[in-house]
């Protein structure tokens, strides 16, 4: 059955979000302290056994001057310049093995995938740390810092991932005139992020993403990850109001208000991970050229396969 909204609705539907005073300065604030730091892009070639693709181990320097993981695959014996995919993981993952996600160098783009601080080991491996001071929280980073907008997880990793697209621009075989976002869950919100902090993308890509409509997904879903904060403000009961305005700086719908990159989002009318009307909240919010894949009878899985074919006819029209 449906588990939200009718497609009907969901055409209609405008989110509750909105901006936060202070907003831009605070990310503009964020971007600039982590400016300070130079990306100091690290690269080790890996031996794969591939005949096909080059793959490095990559160190950049992210959130506070932070050393973040990635991987760079590209074509094999590519000079450059090439189209560049930079891709963020979902909720749980890291960047994974080497010889996983082979699909963007396959198709001839220099893919740089980055580690997800702090949260490797869910189901895929990750190898970047999150150095924040520890405190008390739920299970899980939803609510690691939660009480304040400079203390937030989400703060660091949409520093890490602005900081994602600066090490690829970096890289003598990356256009920069052609460079794309791209996620899915998690990494679809990171995805949104990037597009409204930054105005040099070429395209942006968010398939079922998560981190979207704070006020309704935490009225309409009981799944995990937003459950985790629902979790935490049922023993953190005076902290409903700091919370939501904590929630509000990190809300992709804020962030797709502020986008102008071309964008391909999907949505899945049967998720109760990132239930469709949250995204529905985003894409109607964004501020660019924008269009959506409505899977029917899917659940967080939204298109699959179909997903990132549909990406990759989006992105080959855009790069």
């Known amino acids: 059955m449906l588990t ?3 497609p009907d609705q ?4 405008r989110s509750s979000q909105k901006a936060p005073d202070g907003f831009d300065e605070f990310w503009a604030e964020t971007l600039a302290e982590a400016a300070k730091h130079d990306v100091d892009v690290r690269l080790q070639e890996v031996a794969t056994n591939l005949e096909t693709i080059t793959t490095y181990d990559v160190t950049f320097r992210g959130f506070a001057g932070q050393d973040v993981r990635a991987w760079l695959r590209v074509p094999a014996h590519a000079t450059g310049p090439l189209p560049a995919v930079v891709q963020f993981v979902g909720y749980g993952g890291g960047r994974g093995h080497a010889l996983e996600n082979l699909l963007w160098a396959s198709a001839g783009f220099a893919h740089l995938q ?5 949260q490797g080991s869910g189901w895929s491996l990750g190898d970047t740390p999150d150095e924040a001071p520890s405190q008390p929280q739920v299970p899980g980073v939803m609510t690691r810092g939660i009480l304040d907008p400079a203390t937030y997880y989400y703060r660091r990793m949409f520093t890490d991932a602005v900081r994602a697209v600066d090490a690829a621009r970096s890289l003598d075989v990356v256009d920069n005139s052609r460079i794309a976002v791209l996620g899915g869950s998690q990494g679809g919100g990171n995805a949104l992020a990037v597009a409204g902090l930054r105005d040099d993308l070429a395209a942006a890509v968010a398939f079922v993403p ?17 459950k985790e904060i629902i979790d935490y403000l049922v ?3 005076t902290e409903v109001e700091p919370v939501r305005r904590t929630l509000a700086f990190f809300d992709g719908v804020n962030f797709a208000a502020r986008a102008a990159a071309p964008a391909l989002f999907s949505a899945a009318l049967r998720d109760t991970v990132c239930p469709p009307s949250t995204v529905f909240g985003a894409f109607h919010e964004y501020g660019g050229e924008k269009e959506i894949e409505v899977w029917e009878f899917n659940g ?5 396969i179909l997903d990132e074919a549909r990406a990759l006819e989006f992105l080959r029209g855009r790069l």
């Open 10 to 13: 969901l055409a209609t539907y």
């Open 4 to 6: 939200d909204l009718s």
């Open 114 to 118: 980055m580690d997800t601080r702090g």
């Open 210 to 226: 998560f981190l979207c409509d704070f006020p309704r997904a935490l009225q309409v879903t009981e799944s995990y990850p937003y």
């Open 235 to 237: 023993v953190h009961r």
């Open 300 to 304: 967080h899985e939204g298109g699959g």
